[in-house]
């Protein structure tokens, strides 16, 4: 099983993506709010971030070993730390949406 991304804006959760070696995600949040982005298997972690308008924010995901899965972890990068790392990588995949 794979970590999802997802991010929560205040009344509920949004899904982003699902996480793979590699790979990338992205997604845009308002501004001027707390967001909560988080990733989840048999445990959660999660980076609060309170939104300005026009910043970008870089969040990197790693799994480490679980007792039956992967384990999420969430750090929040700097940003040119964010732009030398994210040249080798691919995006992630979209999520289907349910019918």
Same mark, same amino acid.
């Given at each position: 099983?794979?970590? +999802? !991304?997802? #991010?929560?804006? $205040?009344?509920?959760?949004?899904? =982003?993506?699902?996480?793979?070696?590699? /790979?990338?995600?992205?997604?845009? #949040?308002?501004?001027? *709010?707390?967001?909560?982005? !988080?990733?989840?298997?048999?445990?959660?972690?999660? #980076? #609060?971030?309170?939104?300005?308008? $026009?910043?970008?924010?870089?969040? @990197?995901?790693?799994? $480490? !070993? $679980?007792?039956?899965?992967?384990?999420?972890?969430?750090?929040?990068?700097?940003?040119?730390?964010?732009? @030398?790392? =994210?040249? /080798?990588? *691919?995006?992630?995949?979209?999520? @289907? +949406? @349910?019918?």
């Amino acid at each position: 099983m794979r970590p +999802k !991304w997802a #991010v929560n804006e $205040g009344a509920e959760d949004r899904a =982003i993506a699902v996480i793979y070696p590699g /790979s990338f995600s992205h997604t845009q #949040v308002d501004a001027n *709010r707390e967001v909560e982005v !988080w990733a989840k298997t048999e445990t959660k972690s999660s #980076v #609060v971030l309170d939104t300005e308008n $026009g910043a970008i924010y870089c969040i @990197k995901a790693t799994v $480490g !070993w $679980g007792m039956v899965i992967g384990r999420p972890h969430l750090t929040r990068m700097d940003d040119e730390t964010c732009r @030398k790392e =994210i040249s /080798s990588l *691919r995006a992630a995949p979209p999520l @289907k +949406k @349910k019918k």
